[in-house]
């Protein structure tokens, strides 16, 4: 053990010994301070960036939820519909935060406070939508309420379900029922859900000859349980639809009812119409869903409130078999799921409740009537008055063809014509359904495809208009921007097929057909190097084609051009956008055939360029060394010494002429200078050619836009006049050249001398012609004054 410093007697040594053990301290210090910032930055290495250090204070975090929710300051803001989230709403995401708050209270004031939430709500709910008697099961999902109902369905067919597991199903087994017009993916959910093979789906049909195409056809479904039956299987669950997803039809579930209580078969209704069943006045068909066994809704958005959960409505008398099947639980926590909704049916009343779904029925009403009285519009919905939603599409009718059947084929149309107006209206009204949610964003407006109307645009403003807050003046809007939108749909229908006959008959051009495109049409141009066989891209005809895009965008006329790869394959071509006036399609494809043309020449040009000067070159350096050569064999060797040649060149001059060749780059071509130092002019050369321009020129009226149809009337007439009067501007010509020079050298005439017949008939034929040129302009001749006479510039090398 080391001795204290104080004992050290000498002073010198005691003050070496304490230096010495505070460095040493300083230098553990550091060590064990750097080891310790080491073993941070170790630590810290495996832990993501938000979560080191103490922690962050709310503010920060909560701009952070800002700037995840909205995006940055720098991006560009995205046209998303935002939920209009009133009191209502905002009482509904109190219901999350204290339904977080009430969890941690003591199990018994926990367990009473929920049983209350719960029975409250179910009898709410029961009594405003008209279903006595009845239980319910709030969910998240709007189809896990009924995967617990058909687990209920299983246990209450099959006793043995419990002990003997899926033997049962296997021995005999069962088969949901679907309607063809079900929502896609349903019955996959289903049998993933329930563990059950495909072969227990039964896709049940729609009507094909007699009432609406999208219900059930309930002839044929009893046929399906009949045959079912036969086999050995147990049919289990009928699903129904009180206004399908695609388009608010209704089942007739009076007619199902009746059929399921036959056969013994479980029936579950879901669809937007069934918010319906909580106004004073219900049609009959969504009224039969009362007497159902189970229904789903789904309130939040029809009543605008967020996060809040779905439910479904059923009825049984066996509480064991519904807490196996997962529709009832004991615990708390599952039962808090029902606070929002309990909160916010609290918040609205009844009559706030009623004038909500009130409100969106007469939104889709209104629209309705209005439709109706706006030519090529068709309604999808006009059999069922109190359906909520409406689905409707722009249509054009066909020669021999029924309007009201939308362009259904004629025994004397050939199909595939008709197969091409199908797929020119579904993109036509793919675009309108787009354009419309832009001009109008609180329609809620939604563009679908059906299988046998084809794309059409619905709106359904019980899911939408509690949410964006929706109102009468919306649905004017979107009508008035329905009937500005027409013409633009009609004229670009009209125009199809005359820019596809026009292209088709133009050189050079190649028809693009390309279903999914709104437009007049799409257009390719084929270069001289075109490989028409091959799908892959092509770096020529794209360079050709950004060429032709920037030419056609330079010209401001009304029409977009845009350019992209073909439908079927990657090579670029001209998309031409919607057409909102009388377009001259000839001038169009015209335009589109010389400007590709001259792109394609201009850069032929420039590519060969570099080696035709290169050459031209070569070939001038040989003939010039060829010329010395010559030279030196005229004048001898003698006449090189430079003493010698000076004194022979002094006595005896030798006439050599200049000899130098100039390089013409229109020609491509070297030519001899002898002509230039001979008559001191540059030779004429060839005559470059001229650059490629359309057959015919417009004249454009001051402030017309290019593509414009002009007007029939004046064509004809300057056509006409150009024909009749040709002869008249050739003799006046005649006679006023020959009188020239005899004119300007004559005395003026004096009032009292007589003219000569000759003059007075030149004169009227002058006055005449004076007449066509003011009327017809394109008629008049350039003057001699006017002419330009260029010749090629050659560059001397």
Not at 677 to 699: C, D, E, F, H, I
Request: glycine share 8%; net charge negative.
């Amino acid at each position: 053990m080391d001795a204290p410093l104080e004992k050290i007697a000498d002073p010198t040594l005691a003050e070496m010994g304490k230096n010495l053990k505070e460095a040493m301290k300083m230098l553990e210090d550091s060590q064990r301070r750097t080891e310790e910032e080491n073993g941070k930055k170790l630590l810290s290495g495996d832990i993501p960036g938000p979560l080191q250090g103490s922690g962050q204070d709310m503010v920060s975090i909560l701009q952070l939820v800002q700037n995840l929710m909205h995006g940055d300051e720098d991006e560009e803001p995205q046209s998303t519909r935002i939920q209009n989230i009133g009191e209502q709403g905002h009482i509904a995401l109190l219901g999350h935060s204290l339904g977080a708050y009430i969890s941690t209270l003591d199990k018994e004031k926990l367990r009473k406070l929920t049983t209350r939430i719960l029975s409250d709500t179910t009898l709410w709910l029961c009594r405003i939508f008209r279903y006595e008697n009845g239980c319910a099961y709030f969910h998240e999902e709007e189809r896990e309420g009924l995967a617990k109902i058909c687990r209920l369905a299983i246990h209450s067919r099959y006793e043995d379900f419990v002990v003997d597991g899926f033997n049962v199903l296997y021995n005999k087994m069962p088969v949901i029922y679907l309607s063809a017009a079900a929502r896609p993916g349903l019955g996959q959910y289903l049998c993933n859900q329930l563990g059950l093979p495909f072969p227990c789906l039964c896709r049940v049909p729609c009507n094909t000859m007699f009432g609406s195409q999208h219900q059930m056809d309930v002839a044929f479904l009893e046929k399906l349980i009949k045959d079912d039956i036969e086999q050995g299987k147990l049919p289990l669950l009928l699903v129904a639809n009180a206004g399908t997803a695609a388009v608010g039809h209704t089942d007739k579930i009076g007619r199902l009812k009746e059929l399921c209580e036959q056969y013994g078969i479980w029936l579950h209704v879901k669809g937007v119409n069934l918010a319906t069943l909580a106004l004073g006045y219900v049609s009959s068909s969504v009224l039969a869903a009362t007497k159902c066994d189970s229904m789903t809704l789904t309130p939040g958005p029809w009543l605008g409130l967020p996060a809040v959960p779905a439910v479904t409505l059923y009825k049984h008398d066996d509480p064991a078999l519904t807490l196996v099947a997962g529709l009832t639980s004991n615990k708390p926590t599952d039962k808090l799921r029902a606070l929002p909704l309990w909160l916010s049916l609290q918040y609205l009343g009844l009559d706030g409740i009623v004038e909500r779904i009130k409100h969106a029925c007469q939104l889709s009403q209104r629209l309705q009537e209005s439709l109706k009285k706006v030519n090529h519009v068709k309604i999808l919905v006009e059999d069922e008055l109190s359906s909520p939603v409406v689905v409707f599409r722009f249509f054009q009718e066909l020669p021999g063809s029924d309007p009201g059947l939308n362009a259904i084929p004629a025994p004397n149309m050939a199909l595939s014509a008709v197969s091409q107006e199908r797929h020119s209206c579904d993109a036509l009204n793919r675009w309108l359904g787009e354009q419309l949610k832009q001009l109008v964003p609180a329609s809620g407006l939604t563009v679908m495809d059906l299988e046998v109307e084809g794309t059409c645009v619905r709106f359904s403003p019980l899911t939408t208009a509690a949410v964006l807050g929706t109102r009468g003046e919306d649905v004017d809007q979107l009508v008035a921007c329905i009937q500005s939108q027409l013409p633009v749909l009609t004229c670009t229908l009209q125009l199809r097929e005359e820019f596809k006959q026009e292209v088709m008959g133009t050189a050079g051009l190649l028809y693009v057909d390309d279903p999914n495109w709104p437009g007049i049409g799409v257009v390719r141009y084929e270069h001289a190097n075109d490989d028409k066989s091959s799908l892959k891209s092509d770096p020529e005809g794209e360079k050709i084609h950004a060429g032709l895009l920037k030419k056609l965008n330079e010209l401001e006329s009304d029409l977009t051009f845009k350019m992209g790869p073909e439908y079927k394959s990657m090579k670029s071509c001209i998309y031409i956008g919607m057409a909102s006036d009388d377009i001259d399609v000839s001038e169009l494809v015209e335009t589109i055939a010389v400007t590709a043309r001259e792109i394609e020449e201009n850069s032929r040009l420039l590519e060969n360029m570099t080696e035709v000067v290169r050459k031209g070159i070569q070939e001038a350096q040989v003939q010039l060394q060829k010329a010395n050569e010559e030279r030196l064999l005229e004048e001898g060797v003698l006449r090189q010494i430079p003493v010698v040649g000076s004194v022979l060149n002094w006595f005896s001059p030798v006439q050599a002429s200049q000899k130098g060749r100039t390089f013409n780059l229109t020609a491509g071509s070297l030519e001899s200078t002898e002509h230039t130092y001979v008559y001191k002019v540059q030779g004429s050369g060839v005559t470059p050619p001229q650059t490629p321009s359309g057959a015919r020129t417009k004249q454009r009226l001051p402030g017309q836009k290019p593509f414009k149809r002009s007007l029939r009337g004046s064509d004809t007439v300057s056509e006409t006049s150009s024909v009749s009067h040709i002869e008249d501007l050739e003799k006046i010509e005649h006679l006023s050249g020959g009188q020239g020079a005899s004119e300007a050298n004559s005395p003026e005439r004096h009032p009292g001398v007589p003219t000569p017949p000759e003059a007075e008939q030149t004169g009227a034929l002058q006055d005449r012609a004076q007449h066509l040129e003011d009327d017809c302009p394109q008629m008049r001749k350039p003057r001699s004054t006017d002419l330009r006479f260029t010749q090629p510039v050659n560059s001397h090398l």
